[in-house]
């Protein structure tokens, strides 16, 4: 199993940056791809980002692109996302999740999932 701790959520004003963290452990070693994804009030859980553990091959959203970036510090099992120029419809709880394999955009391919950080911007 993975277990996965996300981190670095809050409230900011529109136009501001924040930066989240998903640490992982346990059988670290089987994942393919650890992923961010959004879940907003009654909406499905959408993806945001997402980079290959092997490769460091990175993966966006067309609404986060030139604005969010994902990194991954392989020594330390952890997975950063700096989200900047927020705006309102980025508020939401974001979720990290690993996947064993397949396309890393597509929610079905990840079995394992943290608890989530509450991201809310304000305008």
């Known amino acids: 199993q993975v277990q996965l701790v996300e981190s670095g959520g809050g409230l900011v004003q529109a136009g501001g940056s924040l930066r989240l963290s998903c640490a992982a452990s346990g059988r670290t070693l089987s994942m393919n791809a650890v992923g961010w994804f959004l879940q907003a009030p009654g909406k499905e859980r959408q993806f945001v980002a997402a980079?290959?553990?092997?490769?460091?091959?990175?993966y966006y959203a067309d609404s986060v692109k030139g604005r969010f970036t994902i990194s991954r510090d392989s020594a330390k099992s952890t997975v950063s996302l700096q989200m900047n120029s927020l705006n309102s419809e980025d508020t939401a709880i974001y979720h990290c999740a690993s996947s064993l394999g397949g396309d890393p955009r597509k929610r079905w391919n990840y079995n394992y999932w943290g608890q989530g950080t509450q991201v809310t911007v304000s305008l």
């Open positions: 980079i290959t553990w092997s490769t460091g091959s990175t």
